[in-house]
């Protein structure tokens, strides 16, 4: 799964994967996300990053699988869709 965001300073995009190779700072104006909690945001983007491709690859399978059932796709993606949008606020409130 490639995450990709939008650097609040600069307004490049960048992708998750850059940002776990740099240790936590914008690849364009290389200065840190999250100065105080570096750390805490590099793991949690590392686990963000490695529990989608884990998600991707089983629901993948589940599909080439035709199983005699229908998964609710709102249930899957209504807890992760909500906490996105508090990203997309919090950003807005920034401004
Ligand atoms: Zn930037």
Redesign the pocket.
């Known amino acids: 799964m490639k995450i990709k965001g939008t ?6 995009d ?1 992708l998750v994967e850059q940002i776990l190779q740099n240790g936590g700072v ?6 840190p996300f999250q100065p105080n909690y570096a750390v805490v945001l590099v793991d949690a983007l590392r686990d963000a990053e490695n529990a989608g491709n884990t998600l991707e690859n089983a629901l993948e399978k589940l599909a080439d699988l035709e199983p005699e059932f229908v998964l609710h796709a709102d249930t899957v993606l209504d807890a992760q869709r909500r906490d996105l949008e508090r990203l997309e606020r919090v950003h807005g409130e920034s401004r």
């Open positions: 650097c609040h300073r600069c307004g490049r960048f914008c690849p364009w104006d290389g200065k």
